[in-house]
DNA sequence: CGTAGACTTGAACACTGTCAACTTGAGTGG
DNA sequence: CCACTCAAGTTGACAGTGTTCAAGTCTACG
């Protein structure tokens, strides 16, 4: 596909889907700012279930998703595990922690991203604020999300916790109600995402397509049917 | 007292305690930036248990802490509370999250803190990037300190949440082993931070004190008695 | 000294976790 | 094409951690 020449960047790379989506670092920037973007930016592919970045490791890369879906967790040392999140295309992964990466990314569908150096980006950043400006402004909504995650893992049932998952899931996502929402992520992921075990999740589905919220066509999809007391059901 | 010509940020304001840790603004700035801040810079004074801002008002204002210690939460429409976070002097408060406030913010003990006008703090970012950079940064300790958080909530038991509690307490605020540390919040913001009922962590802290980890001089004061234990009792 | 609020302690309960069995569906190979 | 296998998901029974409800203790303050 003749798409393949620029990236989300102007970056001469193979990304399919760089503006499918408003992307998080390159929005707005001026033509200049945009081309030595796209002279640091490259491509990286990663398969279904494979590790984008570990916890722990130099932090010498930043992305931008641009196809796919990928899970960024923590781990504790006997094998418990947070799922932080789950990011879609024009999300940022790596982003400024320090010198390590504070979290682990594994690739939940097969996923494309936009790799820049850490230090290009820095680099570029000294030159052009806006750069910089759009970065900050991207953490603040993820601080915003990680905000509302802490009152869900701390405070929400767990009936409260799946529909909010589902009502965020397709916010985001853009699905209109009665249309098919894809889950990509196993029952698994859902529970380590939202503090609960994978049978508690299961249970909880049921009980909702059983009460006539959602629906439940195979295992990777749900369509929500009853918008209203969904959201009634997730707790605010 | 003297310090009072000079807040953190060279503002010609009462703030005592300004230099008592980097600031999370000021610290490294050229001094032609310190002084542009310093002339927008405002003393805003709570008294405990009042409200700094409000989840959902405008958010006309950015603050560091500079004294006493502000607590920020988030509400559920039945009350259910999640306090996000314990700031100390040197956090900043209520920044860059869209046009509202996405949590509220009440002061522990009475606090002083450094005000700076929204708009002013964008126009002065934009003549000077170091000032966004250093802010960048912050949101990423943020971030980060938010992870470790979904963490705790999500995965761990009510002894260990204590635990990694007291150890993150006592590593900001620089108590060393056996030193007594103030704890200015009642049981029910530990309980509502750790995502527990103010029974549970009463009684998480009494077995705590009497298998020997640590001491209960009184209610607003720990000292950690055996912090390797301490340490292997918070699962990390 | 008495009161009120914060904290602690106890007992019963409930939500969610654990363990185990069963179902489903996709993939494999005869 | 069908039987087999295996992983993922579902369902059920029971257990346990933490909550709820209630009573008691402590302490600061008038």
Redesign the pocket.
Known sequence: MDRQQTNCCGARVDCAHCDIRPIAICGALQPMALGKLAAIAGTRRVDAGAQLIQEGEPAEDVFTLTEGMLKIYKLMPDGRRQITGFLIPGDLVGLAYGDSYIYSAEAVTDIVACRFRRGSLLALMADYPELEHRLLSRAGNELAAAQAQMLLLGR??????VATFLLGLAERRGIDRGEPMPLPM???DI?DFL?????????T??LMRKAGLIN?P???SVTITDMAHLQAASGD
């Open positions: 929400k049932t767990a009936r409260e916790r196993n029952r698994s529970a503090g609960l075990t994978i049978e508690t999740v299961s249970r589905l049921t439940l195979d295992k990777h």
